[in-house]
């Protein structure tokens, strides 16, 4: 099993340790950082293949070094974990280029689910070959998967990771009907009951970014009862 390295965020140190102690299991080697300021310094220096990150952080908090790490030309994935149940706080992380985000209390179990899915879609992306499409066209929308970029009319649109993700999955099947169930684990790894919020979350922030009417989507269709579906953007 491939060794991963790992770079923990995390002020208050008990959960620190914790976390460590169950990812070096997968196996993961797991560097511990107690504040933002050498958090940021160890994940700027070093190669990680998942950065864990707390919200609240004494001297830079997580969303500064969100920022900061989004800002390098190096990918490294980031799950963001927190006190602070808001959605606001919630949206903000993931607009910021967070890959998952986890409120405290978590169960262990979970944590070590979603890193474990956090890999598998890192290998899966890595394992892919590129794609045979430079773009894909839907109406007024044009999707370059290389350079993972959309357009709306010629005009370029601000995507997060997830929510690229997210429209290129729906890209890829067009006329499929996916659940929300179905949508976590094609996208975000994982499936479990009661974090559909995530889907809808996505969906609602994607919808105000790429259609022209968000209240009444012709690309990102709500089939009733089920789930979501490509449109054909002629409406």
């Known amino acids: 099993m491939t060794m991963r390295n790992v770079l923990v965020i995390e002020d208050q140190q008990d959960i620190a340790h914790?976390?460590?102690?169950?990812?070096q299991d997968l196996p993961c080697n797991v560097e511990l950082a107690f504040d933002g300021r050498s958090g940021l310094a160890a994940a700027e220096t070093k190669p990680f293949d998942l950065v864990v990150l707390d919200?609240?952080?004494?001297f830079?908090?997580?969303?500064?070094?969100?920022?900061?790490?989004?800002a390098r030309p190096v990918y490294t994935p980031i799950m963001m974990v927190t006190a602070k149940a808001s959605e606001?706080?919630?949206v903000l992380g993931l607009e910021?280029?967070?890959?998952?985000?986890?409120t405290k209390p978590f169960s262990i179990r979970e944590l070590?689910?979603?890193?474990?899915?956090?890999f598998r879609r890192m290998e899966h992306l890595q394992g892919t070959p590129p794609a045979a499409e430079e773009t894909i066209e839907l109406g007024p929308l044009e999707a370059d998967v290389a350079k993972r970029e959309v357009r709306i009319d010629g005009a370029p649109v601000g995507l997060t990771t997830k929510e690229f993700d997210l429209l290129l999955h729906f890209l890829r099947n067009p006329g499929r009907v996916y659940t929300?169930?179905?949508?976590?684990?094609?996208?975000?790894?994982y499936g479990y009951e009661g974090y559909e919020h995530n889907v809808n979350c996505h969906i609602n922030r994607l919808r105000a970014k790429i259609e022209r009417d968000p209240a009444h989507p012709s690309l990102i269709l709500t089939v009733r009862g089920v789930g979501y579906r490509l449109g054909d953007a002629r409406t």
Do not use: N, S
């Not at 070590?112 to 956090?118: E, H, I, L, S």
């Open 60 to 70: 830079v908090d997580g969303l500064e070094i969100c920022r900061r790490l989004r």
């Open 88 to 90: 606001f706080d919630r």
């Open 18 to 23: 914790l976390v460590r102690l169950h990812l």
């Open 96 to 102: 910021l280029g967070a890959d998952d985000y986890l």
């Open 55 to 58: 919200l609240m952080l004494p």
């Open 180 to 189: 929300r169930l179905q949508l976590l684990d094609a996208v975000w790894g």
């Open 112 to 118: 070590v689910a979603r890193v474990k899915a956090v």
